[in-house]
């Protein structure tokens, strides 16, 4: 198999600048919904880049839960490794690949964690084997086995069987807050359409095309 020939012809009518909201979050919005519309798999499934304070970079995917005009919002174990790099450095950019639609959206921003009591309303909203795998999971760590995390959720679904579960100390939520988008739609012969949003000081935000 040649991975050299795997190749797909982008054919979408284009993104236009005339086309775009001026405001990205209503530009994301709009994107957002059509995602949905077509029922993607995981529309909400965002790749989190972040860098440690010696910039050694690392990726994963997690679900955004909520966004706003303050930012996006997701959740994790805050003594986990993307946890322990935010600490580090927060600036952070967040990739949301629609490939059905040809698009993808990038966002560059800062992570700041979300208050508590934010934090409480979402988990009271999960399924309750979410809430208890929050609390037996020590993300990142190293296991010997699978079957010692599996323990733990009987575990903890024992301690916590008829009885709500508590809100564990080491998990929430961050928020990204955005000061810079760029919506990426493909076109054929590599010839792709990309905008870029940046925040300007008065919070105003400036579109530039860029060259594919």
């Given at each position: 198999m040649n991975i050299a020939d795997l190749r797909?012809?982008?054919?979408?009518?284009?993104?236009?600048?005339?086309?775009?909201?001026?405001?990205?979050?209503?530009?994301?919005?709009?994107?957002?919904q059509q995602a949905c519309q077509a029922e993607l798999l995981e529309p909400n499934a965002m790749i989190l880049a972040t860098a440690s304070a010696t910039a050694a970079p690392s990726m994963r995917t997690v679900l955004l839960k909520y966004f706003d005009r303050e930012g996006f919002v997701f959740f994790t174990n805050y003594e986990s490794k993307k946890a322990r790099q935010i600490q580090e450095n927060p600036q952070v950019s967040l990739l949301f690949l629609w490939l059905p639609l040809e698009r993808q959206v990038q966002i560059i921003g800062t992570a700041v964690k979300i208050s508590t009591a934010e934090t409480l309303k979402y988990f009271a909203t999960r399924p309750r084997g979410n809430q208890i795998g929050a609390w037996c999971s020590q993300q990142s760590s190293v296991i010997s086995s699978r079957q010692i995390i599996e323990m733990k959720f009987e575990e903890f679904a024992r301690k916590f069987q008829n009885r709500e579960i508590p809100l564990p100390s080491f998990w929430g939520g961050y928020r990204v807050i955005p000061h810079g988008f760029e919506f990426w739609q493909g076109r054929p012969n590599r010839l792709h359409d990309r905008f870029f949003y940046s925040r300007q000081e008065d919070g105003s935000w400036e579109i530039q095309r860029l060259s594919p």
């Open positions: 797909k012809e982008y054919l979408s009518q284009g993104l236009r600048r005339k086309d775009l909201k001026p405001d990205p979050f209503e530009q994301f919005e709009l994107w957002f």
